[in-house]
């Protein structure tokens, strides 16, 4: 009796497992499949095709702009989206390093002298309470009296901004982990305040630097609005011109947008797994006795 | 090699008074640990001579050079932290090396400092390991290594013992008094252990809650203590401690317990007839006696081996003495014991020492309460 | 009341053999340690008993009940751990009082107030029942712990590294205490420690572990004047014993033993006596290393011929360092270890 009932529960448990991860991964396999079909098979009528009939790379020859010949009727736009990858690293690299220079100074701070008082942290956590499309428009206006509007460096200032207050809490746990007193020694030892941050302390927490730089890259990567508002042509970012991968002949150019989507995915995973070592915890062990 | 001097060190931690005119004189080359239970502000001296908290009064001298302002790189002082505070990223070699890489000694020297260093503390064949893969014992080298490692005028110890086990402890314990003798450096060592506070050091400072109680030998803190605090800090099992009354007769005076009397046979000041005071007698200068003696009953036995700690009531109250080999007692069993009148100690309500024997058998004498 | 006996106890984590074999027979009202390093399985074997986790092989007897597929909360077992989970919310009455009052059929009112104030007095914290359980000092708090597993009356009480959070004169203190109530009671306890003192001042019999094997199981006495093998004679004893090669003393010492010869000669620092160098008593000639005077006693660390002896005295001639001194033994305290580091009968 026991164990029929134990592995009746077994059995529902897997279902459920199977049908949730089935869920989440049904826009994946939608978009993979989809990179690979040619134009007829991306949205036949009255037809579902699960598995590419005639496998294409076109798809991603056109992203990439690696073909001129194209199957692709009246089309309106170029597909290739060479450019607006380089345009998007570019963007993100910029704004992440900001975010990280300001933010792991800023966490630093507040981590080992309490800078700004107990409520500094909650203040710049509450930076990203709002959402970013409230103040949008006033940044706009902002950014054009600067000169700034579909450049580098209005989209730079804009991605460290709204992404440093990430830096702030994740880099403020890991310093917090970090004993205070391996700082200290590293002073003792002759460094100065700024010695002793850099030789002393971010190298114990590079895993947690990794990790944190990876996330604010992905943000900003991914950042759809803040591009769409505030750049026009000069900057184009990938997922602005994602967006406008739409065609009068053929409506929403999905084969092409399946495979940009995919090739979007790849930066972030290919950083993730070179970095992954350091994103396992428990670096610190052995530099204080528990 | 240098002496260290406090003078009026007062540092405190919001409504926290941390220390309270700390002023202590250590001597060139001197071993000098500050004993105190857990909260007494030893950590809080330590990083106050070193620079790391700034005092709120009082000033740090190394060779009576004011240094109280001094940046703590400038001090030339070194410090082994509790946590040890190994860099975790660097290797032996790389955390032995940084002291000196800071001060911009060359490459060369760095390495025949290190390689000397590593040979003085057995931890030659660690040199390219992480901190990470080194065990209790050998991180507790390291840390005293990159303290060492730099030759400074003083080097301060935060509980340099207290993560190794009993074994450990014992032999880190003689060959760090070895090393100290052999270097002849000035150190500071901080500790909560009596054992290590009397056997280490050539002298101890006893603090209490940021104020020193006494500086003296081991054996003189622990055979004259100012106060029966001090008493208690020091020795194991403690001291014990018999509340009794000051009655004075004949114009002498007398301490009266319900079961016995103490009884002073020179006058004695600062105790007034009729307070409250206390007897203080350590657990070995307490003995099993077959005829004379305070009767009592045994409360526990507590054999170590070599020696066995007998818990035994008198008058209400437990008294642990010691005695040599196993006891033979069993719980409720009727004893009679003897107080060694040359190793008793009085204090006044408040706790002061009035007067300690301290082998001199001519100043008190004990008496059974219902014989007089 | 109850009596355990643990029959070949066996536990296997996937790499490592935590408790290997073990047999051990606690009999009712006895308390018993179990004394080793850590990592020698101690921890594992209490969990085993208490039921938090399961053998790999072997029984567990509860008056000889076997206890394999009982649930923990079915064994009626007492707990007190090194980090006192009491409940700080509370007052120390409430926390007394709770598993009384958790019962399913809860004694009526004021026998469970009789229960509490009888526990309280006999653990010491009658004066202080009514406050707040958070603000107590560290030691009350172990007392409030030891109290409140105390009155639900389990059949075994089990108590793991208790004082190790405590201050020094507080744990000597409670050593006393402690032992004094279970004599009192007459519960069954089961002692884990990794420190010798609490072991051998406490227990009626320890239980020596090394590496998930029993070492030596008997009296505290016999453990200390009689150990198995080298490893309980290195662990027990606050001042470590002396070891050194069998042949470098002289052969009238040695006890000829039926089999093996005896490679490794031992003795308490305590049973060596520092004599002249040409006393016809020495057995031995060292040189002094060090003195370090504990007050009560000494300890004087010897070097000879490259081995360090120690010799704990009472405080009265010392001997200059440096000095050469002769060293004259109690034979019939001379442990001698075979080549495995057996005990030599």
Same mark, same amino acid.
């Given at each position: 009796?026991?164990?029929?009932?134990?592995?009746?529960?077994?059995?529902?448990?897997?279902?459920?497992?199977?049908?949730?991860?089935?869920?989440?991964?049904?826009?994946?396999?939608?978009?993979?499949?989809?990179?690979?079909?040619?134009?007829?098979?991306?949205?036949?009528?009255?037809?579902?095709?699960?598995?590419?009939?005639?496998?294409?790379?076109?798809?991603?020859?056109?992203?990439?702009?690696?073909?001129?010949?194209?199957?692709?009727?009246?089309?309106?736009?170029?597909?290739?989206?060479?450019?607006?990858?380089?345009?998007?690293?570019?963007?993100?690299?910029?704004?992440?390093?900001?975010?990280?220079?300001?933010?792991?100074?800023?966490?630093?701070?507040?981590?080992?002298?309490?800078?700004?008082?107990?409520?500094?942290?909650?203040?710049?956590?509450?930076?990203?309470?709002?959402?970013?499309?409230?103040?949008?428009?006033?940044?706009?206006?902002?950014?054009?009296?600067?000169?700034?509007?579909?450049?580098?460096?209005?989209?730079?200032?804009?991605?460290?901004?709204?992404?440093?207050?990430?830096?702030?809490?994740?880099?403020?746990?890991?310093?917090?982990?970090?004993?205070?007193?391996?700082?200290?020694?590293?002073?003792?030892?002759?460094?100065?305040?700024?010695?002793?941050?850099?030789?002393?302390?971010?190298?114990?927490?590079?895993?947690?630097?990794?990790?944190?730089?990876?996330?604010?890259?992905?943000?900003?990567?991914?950042?759809?609005?803040?591009?769409?508002?505030?750049?026009?042509?000069?900057?184009?970012?990938?997922?602005?011109?994602?967006?406008?991968?739409?065609?009068?002949?053929?409506?929403?150019?999905?084969?092409?947008?399946?495979?940009?989507?995919?090739?979007?995915?790849?930066?972030?995973?290919?950083?993730?797994?070179?970095?992954?070592?350091?994103?396992?915890?428990?670096?610190?062990?052995?530099?204080?006795?528990? | 090699?240098?002496?260290?001097?406090?003078?009026?060190?007062?540092?405190?931690?919001?409504?926290?008074?941390?220390?309270?005119?700390?002023?202590?004189?250590?001597?060139?080359?001197?071993?000098?640990?500050?004993?105190?239970?857990?909260?007494?502000?030893?950590?809080?001296?330590?990083?106050?001579?070193?620079?790391?908290?700034?005092?709120?009064?009082?000033?740090?001298?190394?060779?009576?050079?004011?240094?109280?302002?001094?940046?703590?790189?400038?001090?030339?002082?070194?410090?082994?932290?509790?946590?040890?505070?190994?860099?975790?990223?660097?290797?032996?070699?790389?955390?032995?090396?940084?002291?000196?890489?800071?001060?911009?000694?060359?490459?060369?020297?760095?390495?025949?400092?290190?390689?000397?260093?590593?040979?003085?503390?057995?931890?030659?064949?660690?040199?390219?390991?992480?901190?990470?893969?080194?065990?209790?014992?050998?991180?507790?080298?390291?840390?005293?290594?990159?303290?060492?490692?730099?030759?400074?005028?003083?080097?301060?110890?935060?509980?340099?013992?207290?993560?190794?086990?009993?074994?450990?402890?014992?032999?880190?314990?003689?060959?760090?008094?070895?090393?100290?003798?052999?270097?002849?450096?000035?150190?500071?060592?901080?500790?909560?252990?009596?054992?290590?506070?009397?056997?280490?050091?050539? *002298?101890?400072?006893?603090?209490?809650?940021?104020?020193?109680?006494?500086?003296?030998?081991?054996?003189?803190?622990?055979?004259?203590?100012?106060?029966?605090?001090? !008493?208690?800090?020091?020795?194991?099992?403690?001291?014990?401690?018999?509340?009794?009354?000051?009655?004075?007769?004949?114009?002498?005076?007398?301490?009266?317990?319900?079961?016995?009397?103490?009884?002073?046979?020179?006058?004695?000041?600062?105790?007034?007839?009729?307070?409250?005071?206390?007897?203080?007698?350590?657990?070995?200068?307490?003995?099993?006696?077959?005829?004379?003696?305070?009767?009592?009953?045994?409360?526990?036995?507590?054999?170590?081996?070599?020696?066995?700690?007998?818990?035994?009531?008198?008058?209400?109250?437990?008294?642990?003495?010691?005695?040599?080999?196993?006891?033979?007692?069993?719980?409720?069993?009727?004893?009679?014991?003897?107080?060694?009148?040359?190793?008793?100690?009085?204090?006044?309500?408040?706790?002061?020492?009035?007067?300690?024997?301290?082998?001199?058998?001519?100043?008190?004498?004990?008496?059974?309460?219902?014989?007089? | 009341?109850?009596?355990?006996?643990?029959?070949?106890?066996?536990?296997?984590?996937?790499?490592?053999?935590?408790?290997?074999?073990?047999?051990?027979?606690?009999?009712?009202?006895?308390?018993?340690?179990?004394?080793?390093?850590?990592?020698?399985?101690?921890?594992?074997?209490?969990?085993?008993?208490?039921?938090?986790?399961?053998?790999?092989?072997?029984?567990?007897?509860?008056?000889?009940?076997?206890?394999?597929?009982?649930?923990?909360?079915?064994?009626?077992?007492?707990?007190?751990?090194?980090?006192?989970?009491?409940?700080?919310?509370?007052?120390?009455?409430?926390?007394?009082?709770?598993?009384?009052?958790?019962?399913?059929?809860?004694?009526? *009112?004021?026998?469970?107030?009789?229960?509490?104030? *009888?526990?309280?007095?006999?653990?010491?914290?009658?004066?202080?029942?009514?406050?707040?359980?958070?603000?107590?000092?560290?030691?009350?708090?172990?007392?409030?712990?030891?109290?409140?597993?105390?009155?639900?009356?389990?059949?075994?009480?089990?108590?793991?590294?208790?004082?190790?959070?405590?201050? #020094?004169?507080? *744990?000597?203190?409670?050593?006393?205490?402690?032992?004094?109530?279970?004599?009192?009671?007459?519960?069954?306890?089961?002692?884990?420690?990794?420190?010798?003192?609490?072991?051998?001042?406490?227990?009626?019999?320890?239980?020596?572990?090394?590496?998930?094997?029993?070492?030596?199981?008997?009296?505290?006495?016999?453990?200390?004047?009689?150990?198995?093998?080298?490893?309980?004679?290195?662990?027990?004893?606050?001042?470590?014993?002396?070891?050194?090669? !069998?042949?470098?003393?002289?052969?009238?010492?040695?006890?000829?033993?039926?089999?093996?010869?005896?490679?490794?000669?031992?003795?308490?620092?305590?049973?060596?006596?520092?004599?002249?160098?040409?006393?016809?008593?020495?057995?031995?000639? #060292?040189?002094?290393?060090?003195?370090?005077?504990?007050?009560?006693?000494?300890?004087?660390?010897?070097?000879?011929?490259?081995?360090?002896?120690?010799?704990?005295?009472?405080?009265?001639?010392?001997?200059?360092?440096?000095?050469?001194?002769?060293?004259?033994?109690?034979?019939?305290?001379?442990?001698?270890?075979?080549?495995?580091?057996?005990?030599?009968?």
């Amino acid at each position: 009796m026991r164990s029929r009932s134990v592995s009746l529960r077994g059995v529902g448990r897997l279902l459920a497992i199977v049908l949730v991860g089935a869920g989440f991964l049904a826009p994946l396999y939608w978009m993979v499949t989809m990179s690979f079909k040619p134009q007829a098979e991306w949205n036949p009528i009255g037809q579902t095709i699960w598995f590419p009939h005639h496998p294409t790379l076109d798809n991603f020859r056109n992203i990439l702009g690696l073909t001129s010949q194209n199957t692709v009727f009246f089309q309106a736009n170029s597909t290739d989206a060479s450019g607006p990858i380089v345009h998007s690293l570019i963007a993100a690299t910029g704004g992440t390093l900001i975010a990280l220079f300001i933010g792991v100074l800023a966490a630093y701070g507040i981590a080992r002298f309490r800078a700004g008082g107990r409520m500094l942290p909650f203040q710049i956590l509450q930076l990203r309470m709002f959402p970013p499309v409230a103040i949008i428009i006033p940044l706009l206006i902002m950014m054009s009296y600067l000169h700034l509007v579909d450049t580098y460096p209005g989209l730079w200032l804009v991605y460290g901004a709204v992404t440093f207050p990430f830096v702030v809490w994740l880099m403020r746990s890991f310093f917090q982990d970090l004993p205070r007193e391996i700082g200290e020694a590293a002073i003792v030892d002759g460094c100065t305040q700024w010695g002793a941050l850099f030789k002393a302390i971010l190298p114990n927490v590079k895993g947690g630097l990794a990790a944190t730089a990876l996330f604010v890259f992905i943000l900003n990567w991914s950042d759809f609005l803040i591009a769409l508002v505030l750049t026009q042509q000069n900057v184009v970012t990938a997922p602005v011109f994602l967006n406008s991968l739409q065609s009068a002949g053929a409506g929403q150019e999905y084969g092409p947008q399946a495979a940009l989507g995919l090739i979007l995915i790849l930066p972030p995973a290919i950083l993730g797994l070179v970095i992954q070592r350091y994103l396992v915890r428990g670096l610190t062990f052995g530099a204080i006795k528990r | 090699m240098a002496s260290v001097r406090t003078e009026a060190l007062t540092k405190r931690f919001g409504s926290i008074t941390a220390l309270r005119d700390v002023s202590l004189e250590i001597a060139d080359g001197e071993f000098f640990a500050v004993l105190g239970p857990p909260g007494a502000g030893k950590t809080t001296l330590l990083r106050t001579i070193i620079g790391l908290e700034t005092p709120d009064g009082g000033d740090v001298f190394v060779d009576e050079e004011r240094i109280t302002e001094t940046y703590p790189g400038d001090r030339d002082i070194a410090i082994m932290f509790q946590n040890l505070a190994l860099y975790p990223d660097k290797t032996v070699y790389g955390n032995l090396a940084f002291p000196l890489k800071q001060a911009r000694v060359p490459r060369r020297e760095i390495r025949r400092r290190i390689e000397e260093t590593a040979v003085k503390l057995h931890i030659e064949r660690l040199l390219e390991r992480k901190p990470a893969k080194l065990s209790g014992g050998e991180r507790q080298r390291v840390a005293l290594g990159r303290a060492l490692v730099r030759e400074p005028r003083a080097m301060l110890l935060d509980e340099p013992l207290s993560a190794l086990d009993a074994l450990l402890r014992l032999e880190m314990r003689s060959e760090l008094k070895r090393l100290q003798r052999d270097l002849g450096r000035t150190l500071i060592y901080v500790t909560h252990d009596q054992v290590e506070a009397m056997t280490m050091p050539d *002298r101890v400072a006893v603090l209490r809650e940021g104020e020193v109680q006494q500086v003296g030998r081991p054996e003189e803190i622990y055979h004259r203590p100012s106060s029966h605090f001090v !008493a208690s800090v020091i020795g194991s099992p403690p001291m014990n401690l018999i509340p009794a009354v000051v009655e004075s007769a004949n114009g002498r005076l007398r301490v009266v317990h319900d079961q016995f009397v103490v009884e002073a046979l020179a006058p004695v000041e600062r105790l007034s007839a009729g307070g409250s005071c206390y007897i203080g007698i350590r657990p070995e200068d307490v003995h099993l006696s077959s005829g004379e003696g305070f009767a009592g009953r045994v409360y526990a036995t507590e054999p170590l081996g070599g020696e066995t700690v007998v818990d035994v009531t008198i008058g209400g109250r437990i008294i642990k003495l010691i005695t040599a080999g196993a006891s033979g007692l069993s719980q409720d069993a009727p004893v009679r014991v003897t107080f060694d009148a040359s190793r008793l100690h009085l204090f006044d309500a408040d706790g002061t020492t009035v007067l300690s024997s301290a082998g001199d058998g001519s100043l008190l004498r004990v008496k059974d309460a219902g014989r007089t | 009341m109850t009596a355990i006996r643990l029959e070949r106890l066996t536990k296997d984590f996937r790499s490592v053999l935590a408790v290997d074999n073990l047999d051990l027979s606690i009999s009712d009202g006895e308390f018993v340690a179990l004394l080793g390093p850590s990592g020698c399985g101690k921890t594992t074997t209490m969990n085993m008993i208490a039921g938090m986790e399961t053998p790999t092989r072997g029984q567990i007897y509860f008056d000889e009940r076997a206890m394999s597929g009982v649930a923990p909360g079915k064994r009626n077992v007492g707990f007190v751990f090194q980090n006192y989970a009491i409940f700080t919310h509370m007052t120390v009455q409430e926390n007394l009082s709770f598993g009384l009052r958790a019962r399913k059929h809860a004694p009526r *009112r004021e026998e469970i107030d009789r229960e509490v104030k *009888r526990i309280a007095e006999i653990v010491g914290v009658a004066s202080i029942l009514d406050r707040k359980a958070g603000r107590l000092s560290v030691n009350d708090m172990q007392k409030v712990a030891l109290g409140r597993s105390m009155i639900v009356q389990p059949a075994i009480f089990l108590l793991d590294e208790p004082f190790s959070n405590l201050d #020094a004169a507080f *744990r000597a203190y409670m050593r006393a205490e402690l032992k004094h109530i279970q004599h009192d009671i007459g519960q069954t306890m089961i002692y884990v420690t990794h420190d010798q003192v609490e072991a051998m001042s406490m227990a009626d019999r320890i239980a020596v572990m090394d590496q998930g094997v029993l070492q030596q199981y008997a009296t505290p006495m016999e453990v200390y004047e009689r150990p198995a093998n080298t490893f309980v004679a290195r662990f027990v004893g606050s001042n470590p014993i002396n070891f050194l090669p !069998a042949s470098e003393l002289p052969a009238h010492l040695l006890r000829k033993g039926g089999g093996d010869e005896p490679l490794t000669a031992a003795i308490r620092p305590e049973y060596l006596t520092i004599v002249a160098p040409d006393c016809d008593r020495a057995a031995l000639r #060292a040189k002094v290393n060090l003195v370090e005077p504990l007050g009560a006693k000494d300890v004087i660390h010897l070097a000879h011929d490259g081995q360090e002896l120690r010799v704990v005295s009472r405080p009265q001639r010392r001997p200059a360092l440096g000095e050469h001194v002769g060293i004259a033994l109690d034979p019939a305290r001379l442990l001698l270890f075979d080549d495995h580091g057996q005990a030599v009968s």
